[in-house]
């Protein structure tokens, strides 16, 4: 059974700083694409940031240079370091699993709150 574990959220003032972890089981983690996304109320779900195998990363254009993606494998373990956050940020955020072949082997986790306000 594959699971996905969230943790780390919370309420944090403008400018604060917040570090979500998503723990994952049940699969092969080193060969996972990891990825973060986030939906606030009213709005689709969107992509913030991925991480492959291979530890190449990329990043949505509005967090560049404040969040930094990273993996442990042997904690199976992906981390978000969001730094600087904006009002605007307040959503739920997602792990997501993406097998770096079968991309049809996907799983998401249950999500985080997030709530940046002061």
């Known amino acids: 059974q594959v699971q996905l574990v969230e943790s780390g959220g919370g309420l944090v003032q403008p400018g604060g700083s917040l570090r979500l972890s998503c723990a994952a089981s049940g699969i092969r983690f080193s060969i996972y694409t990891m990825g973060w996304y986030r939906q606030a109320p009213g709005k689709e779900r969107e992509l913030v940031a991925t991480?492959?195998?291979?530890?190449?990363?990329s990043y949505a254009d509005s967090v560049k240079g404040r969040f930094t993606i990273s993996r442990d494998n042997a904690k199976n373990t992906v981390y978000l370091q969001m730094n600087s956050l904006k009002p605007e940020e307040t959503a739920v955020y997602y792990c997501?699993?993406?097998?770096?072949?079968?991309?049809?082997?996907?799983?998401w986790g249950q999500g985080t709150q997030v709530t940046v306000s002061s």
């Open positions: 991480i492959t195998s291979g530890r190449s990363t």
């Open positions: 997501k699993a993406e097998h770096q072949i079968i991309r049809s082997m996907a799983y």
